[in-house]
C-alpha cells in the first residue's frame, strides 16, 4: 500500500454551541489541514497520484473556507464548525474521482499546535 499527503493551510474563524447551548465568543484560528490518499499500485508514471493534483483539488476545497466565519456557511448550517466537522467536510469535498484503487485515508485538522483531529472516510 502507497500513502500520499498533502498539508495546506487557511485562516477562518468561528464560534462552537457549547453543551449548554451558549456560544463561545468568535474567534480565528490558521488551520492546517493534512489529506492523505492511498492506494496499492503505481500508475504508468511511478506515482500514486501527482502531488499537484492532490493540492489544487485541496486548494479549491479551502477556497470556500478561506477567511471566512465559518458559523455563516451552508455547510455548517446544521452543524457546529468543529475541526471534526471541517475534516468530515473537507473529506467529502475530496472524496472519489481518484485513479483506480485510489482513496482519500484521511484528513486531519490542526485547529491550533497540539490540537489535531483526523477524519478516516469507512
Known amino acids: ?65 478561506r477567511d471566512q466565519n465559518l458559523n455563516r456557511l451552508p455547510a455548517f448550517a446544521h452543524c457546529n464548525p468543529s475541526a471534526e466537522n471541517v475534516a468530515r467536510h473537507l473529506a467529502r469535498q475530496l472524496d472519489g474521482d481518484w485513479p483506480a484503487g485510489v482513496r482519500l485515508s484521511c484528513v486531519e485538522i490542526e485547529e491550533e499546535p497540539g490540537c489535531v483531529t483526523r477524519y478516516m472516510p469507512a
Do not use: K, N
Not at 15 to 42: A, F, I, M, N, Y
Open 1 to 65: 500500500m502507497y500513502e500520499i499527503e498533502v498539508t495546506a493551510r487557511f485562516a477562518a474563524m468561528h464560534r462552537l454551541r457549547l453543551h449548554d447551548g451558549t456560544l463561545e465568543p468568535l474567534h480565528d484560528h490558521d488551520w492546517r489541514v493534512t489529506v492523505r490518499l492511498c492506494g496499492p499500485r503505481l500508475d504508468e508514471i511511478d506515482v500514486l497520484v501527482d502531488f499537484g493534483l492532490l493540492r489544487r483539488r485541496l486548494d479549491a476545497a479551502l477556497a470556500e473556507l
